[in-house]
């Protein structure tokens, strides 16, 4: 094994420049250093105006999402020692996102849109605690659990190509978790989620290319719950012109306790 | 300069200040209340939390058992008024959070599931596998969206509190994107700041837990109390420090020496058995585990790595599907990060800096002695956790004491008159010394990181799993020298936009701070309680020592250490008993 590697890494101040570049550092290459160790070795001991997120270095904060050789990956979960002994890593930052200084990108735009699905339990009326918990089977729960344990990293939109072209897209993540909440039997919500969802900017904004979820590094799957939802919200609009309405909307058994 | 005015801040987008932040806007709708966060909620160190949370869930538990444990399991450091509202609030904390989404872990009838976890008598500890805390900080997120009064300043760093006529009027914040330094003014604050494992040079702790609060409000005149109480956790992977949660050994795993030897047992915690024991072996408190390392360690009887010596965690026995359905993340974490997978293998481990039992000193409402200034979370200390905190009890008190603080501030508030134009003054002086001591200054010539180690190698030597006077005190002298090449400290980065550099050198200074506080304590506590020992001094000494260390700074940077009388109710202290039948003591020792 090389004792060095080269990481290729795009600058951007806007104070300073007008365009990113890239500059070159050679660090060394340990087997047991993520991605993410080469940068905080190059920020501590060579350039401490490299500009970067990180927080857990355990793969669940979300915070350390880059391009890495071209595809969105978490830097603290990425070992040097996967690029063999190539001569460059290069590290960019997520693809799509307006770019605030080197790797360092705007979320802002995601959390509207977070905001916008609704990601929070939806159940009007409820019980005084003292009635004790909503009660969910271990198979209720395994209906939603993979939708919520997403990080909110944001490699899928770096991975979605109709991100790329529809900055109104509210994409795979929120997505995601928007059918999270409609999937779980205490939530009375999907009615409310629908207009936002059932909407060319929403779910109809797909085209299936299934690159979010070949990049989420939690197995999300935000592919299969916008199929998924696709096919619920083509059964509500059928069946919005042959029942009453209020029934379309008829919540999920939701047992008490 | 721009300045904005609320009613509530919160200091802190973690579990604490998110719950403290819903029970400030339900109380009052009306209160305006914002959440100022360094990282984005979301990404806040609750997310790594792996175990579970503590509240007692089942007709075979009792308050008073939970109670027993904590306040045993303290060494008697805890305030057992706090600990008993502590109990009695957890489950119902939880079960809210049940309400609000959280996707905890069923029975097959559809019921909460609980599971034993070191130290407790009986299976209480709440889970959603084994991202409990991952789960519970979204769920607390997701959930604020919906609340519009909370306003967010996601992204901006707190360099100091207002303080003017002995109140807290606010704080002054840079925005991190732009750089721009304000004020945000606030009638109450509250500091949920987290821990501040990263003063360690090994811990489980984020690249955000510095320690921020504690200097904070200690600069600002609040005390901080129990700050020698520094919780090793037995079970970190090498290299990284990344967590193995201690659900691993209460579902079954075993911990074992280089001769595959169960050696616990030579250590008071029972005799080894097929499957765990409560209060026994494995599932000892994190004190006795980690103490136990370091004598298996003299002996001559760990494994030697380039990453220092470790021990062996089994799991093998388990099997691939329990290991599956309730520890995955520790199994990802395993493969990912150490390169083994514990179905078929040994996993490495060794003790890890993991929490602080000490912190701003607060009263059970979450209140300091400074008005306008409350605090929750691993940030403060009420006391529930004592010398040494069990595990799964720190999410829920984020819970129960983050609405107390969150319920109190907002009554407070109330009563309050606008701040006071004097704190103006104070916020420019703050925007001038940040310019001339980093932004301005192109003289310094100390690197961050260099510091940085320094301070973690010297805390760890002087301060770490075992403690002597002198040793301490030459930890004290050498953090000294630190602070005074602090001064001196240089910056790369001059720029405004996203200066990371800038709030590195920030958090360092507030590390350097927590650091002393923690040194000074270690020295003046001269007995062995908890997670506290002193070669020099091994035994507890309840004559003197049933007391908390309180630590304040005064305004030429010096420390003082005085004490605070513990809170019996109604367990008085007793002889800390672990093994089989130790559970029994529970049922036994309150009185009333
Ligand atoms: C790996 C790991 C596993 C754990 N597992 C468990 C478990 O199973 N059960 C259990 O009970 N406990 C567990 N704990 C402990 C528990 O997770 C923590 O004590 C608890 O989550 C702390 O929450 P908090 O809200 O106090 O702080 P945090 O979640 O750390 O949040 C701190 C907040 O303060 C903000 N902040 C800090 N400084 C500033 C500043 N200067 N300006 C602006 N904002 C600032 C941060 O942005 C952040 O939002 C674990 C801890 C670790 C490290
Ligand atoms: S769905 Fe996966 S890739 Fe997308 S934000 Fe969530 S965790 Fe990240
Ligand atoms: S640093 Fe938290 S996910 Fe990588």
Redesign the interface.
Same mark, same amino acid.
């Given at each position: 094994m090389a004792d060095k590697i080269v990481l290729e890494i795009a600058r951007y101040?806007?104070?300073?420049d007008d365009k990113p570049s890239f500059q070159s550092f050679e660090v060394p290459l340990r087997k047991?250093w993520v991605v993410l160790d080469a940068l905080n070795y190059i920020? %501590?001991?060579v %350039?401490?105006?490299l500009?970067?997120?990180?927080? #857990? +270095?355990? &793969?669940? #904060? &979300?915070?350390c999402g880059m391009m890495v050789n071209g595809e969105p990956k978490l830097t603290c979960?990425t070992f040097l020692t996967s690029y063999g002994n190539n001569a460059t890593v290069r590290v960019e930052p997520l693809r799509y996102f307006p770019v605030?200084?080197?790797l360092?990108t705007?979320?802002?735009d995601f959390?509207v849109k977070?905001?916008k699905v609704?990601?929070?339990?939806i159940?009007p009326n409820?019980p005084p605690?003292s009635a004790?918990?909503?009660?969910?089977?271990?198979e209720?729960?395994d209906l939603?659990?993979q939708f919520?344990? #997403?990080?909110?990293c944001t490699l899928c939109y770096a991975a979605c190509p109709v991100v790329g072209l529809d900055q109104e897209f509210v994409g795979p993540a929120a997505l995601a978790?928007a059918q999270r909440?409609n999937l779980?039997n +205490?939530?009375q919500g999907s009615a409310e989620r629908l207009a936002t969802l059932a909407h060319p900017d929403g779910i109809w904004g797909c085209t299936f290319v299934g690159e979010c979820t070949r990049v989420c590094p939690k197995h999300v799957d935000p592919a299969g719950a916008i199929q998924q939802y696709k096919l619920t919200a083509a059964l509500d609009w059928v069946k919005s012109f042959i029942l009453p309405r209020g029934h379309k909307d008829a919540p999920q058994e939701t047992?008490h %306790? | 300069m721009e300045i904005r005015s609320h009613d509530i801040l919160l200091v802190g987008g973690g579990g604490a200040g998110l719950r403290a932040a819903i029970a400030a806007a339900e109380v009052n709708p009306k209160l305006s209340v914002a959440v100022v966060s360094k990282v984005y909620p979301m990404r806040s160190h609750t997310v790594s939390a792996e175990g579970g949370a503590a509240g007692v869930a089942k007709p075979d538990d009792s308050l008073d058992e939970h109670a027993y444990d904590t306040i045993s399991g303290g060494d008697w450091m805890c305030d057992q008024d706090a600990v008993e509202a502590f109990v009695k609030e957890a489950p119902l904390e939880l079960l809210q959070l049940e309400r609000w989404g959280c996707p905890w872990n069923r029975e097959p009838d559809g019921h909460i599931a609980v599971r034993a976890f070191g130290g407790m008598t009986n299976k209480r500890t709440w889970f959603a596998a084994d991202k409990t805390g991952f789960h519970m900080l979204h769920t607390l997120f997701q959930t604020t969206l919906k609340y519009q009064p909370i306003t967010r300043y996601d992204e901006y760093f707190v360099t100091k509190l207002l303080v003017d006529d002995g109140r807290v009027q606010g704080v002054v914040a840079i925005e991190i994107m732009s750089g721009k330094i304000q004020a945000i003014t606030a009638k109450a604050v509250i500091l949920c700041t987290g821990g501040c494992g990263r003063v360690f040079p090994f811990t489980t702790n984020a690249n955000i837990k510095n320690g921020d609060g504690m200097a904070l409000a200690q600069r600002a005149g609040a005390p901080l109390k129990d700050m020698e109480f520094v919780q090793y956790h037995p079970t970190g992977l090498p290299f990284t420090g990344i967590l193995i949660t201690e659900a691993a050994r209460a579902e079954g795993g075993y911990m074992l020496n280089k001769d595959g030897y169960r050696y616990l047992q030579d250590y008071d915690l029972g005799k080894p058995q097929p499957t765990p024991v409560l209060r026994s072996m494995e599932l000892g408190p994190r004190d006795r585990l980690s103490q136990a390392f370091v004598k298996e360690d003299q002996k001559g009887r760990t494994i030697p790595t380039e990453y220092g010596p470790v021990v062996h965690l089994d799991l093998r026995h388990l099997g691939e599907k329990l290991i599956n359905a309730k520890l995955p993340f520790v199994r990802e974490l395993c493969v990912k990060y150490q390169n083994i997978d514990p179905v078929t293998e040994l996993i490495p481990v060794r003790p890890v800096v993991h929490y602080m039992m000490g912190g701003v000193s607060t009263d059970i409402n979450g209140a300091t002695p400074m008005a306008g200034l409350y605090a929750a979370g691993e940030v403060a200390c009420v006391s529930i956790n004592g010398a040494n905190r069990l595990g799964s009890n720190s999410l829920p008190e984020c819970l129960v004491f983050g609405a107390r603080a969150g319920h109190a501030a907002a009554e407070f508030a109330a009563s309050q008159k606008a701040p006071n134009g004097s704190v103006w003054t104070q916020a420019t002086n703050e925007v001038l010394r940040l310019e001339q001591q980093y932004l301005h200054k192109t003289s310094g010539r100390e690197r961050i990181a260099t510091l940085r180690e320094e301070m973690q190698k010297t805390i760890e030597a002087g301060a770490g799993i075992y403690r002597e006077e002198a040793s301490l005190k030459q930890a004290r002298q050498k953090i000294q020298e630190l602070q005074e090449r602090f001064e001196n400290v240089g910056l790369d980065d001059h720029g405004r936009t996203f200066n990371t550099e800038l709030i590195s050198a920030l958090e360092l200074g507030f590390m350097l701070d927590v650091a002393q506080s923690i040194i000074e304590c270690a020295l003046y506590r001269a007995e062995s309680r908890g997670a506290h020992q002193r070669t020099d001094f091994p035994k507890r000494d309840d004559q003197k020592f049933l007391a908390h260390s309180l630590v304040r700074r005064s305004s030429d940077g010096s420390l003082s250490v005085d004490y605070l009388p513990v809170k019996i109710t109604h367990w008085p202290p007793g002889e800390r008993k672990y093994g089989e039948g130790s559970h029994k003591a529970s049922k036994q020792t309150k009185v009333s």
């Open positions: 101040a806007p104070e300073r047991e920020k %501590d001991k %350039d401490g105006t500009t970067y997120r990180w927080s #857990c +270095r355990m &793969g669940i #904060c &979300g915070s979960a605030i200084r080197d360092v705007a979320l802002s959390l977070l905001q609704k990601p929070w339990l159940h409820q605690l004790g918990e909503f009660l969910q089977t271990p209720q729960l939603y659990k919520s344990m #997403c990080i909110n978790l909440y779980d +205490r939530d047992a %306790d | -």
